[in-house]
């Protein structure tokens, strides 16, 4: 009885995260950043912007900036398929959208299921980084994407003070 107590306790700890790729990796955001998922579409260009910002899209009269993470995370770029997603994610009371290559699907995870991520020192910034968990025999980098789109190299929303 105090087993099925305890793992009752700890279901509703456990939160949804959805879970999408970029190239071999799987990432895991919190479910409940996600306004929508949307097939990408071309944004309209932004003079002077950071690379990693492809532009804006007009969505439902919100003006919402389009960050490609493969370029922010330094991965090889790749030609956008039909599989291609953008997740549009409500942070810091602001609507910003990130390119992925696709959305897996919805899981569930414990905090005892999210192991902290390694120390690199600081040839390698993981303070966007939650953790890493394994679920279903694959292994998950949990981020924290409210914490990477609020950050100063992202320039993109005012930071919450």
Request: hydrophobic share 45%; glycine share 4%; net charge negative.
């Amino acid at each position: 009885m105090q087993a099925t107590a305890q793992r009752g306790e700890e279901e509703l700890a456990s939160s949804e995260f959805l879970t999408f790729t970029l190239g071999q990796e799987e990432y895991a955001i919190d479910i409940l950043r996600v306004q929508e998922i949307r097939g990408y579409e071309p944004p309209t260009l932004i003079a002077n912007a950071p690379p990693f910002i492809k532009g804006v899209i007009n969505l439902r009269g919100i003006i919402v900036p389009i960050v490609d993470l493969r370029i922010k995370f330094h991965l090889p770029l790749v030609e956008y398929t039909p599989f291609t997603v953008v997740i549009i994610l409500n942070v810091a009371n602001r609507v910003v959208g990130v390119v992925v290559d696709s959305v897996s699907d919805v899981i569930r995870l414990s905090p005892a299921q999210i192991r902290p991520a390694p120390d690199f020192s600081a040839s390698f910034d993981t303070k966007y980084i939650q953790g890493l968990a394994t679920a279903e025999g694959r292994m998950l980098i949990v981020t924290d994407i409210e914490q990477l789109m609020v950050s100063r190299e992202m320039d993109l929303l005012d930071s919450p003070d």
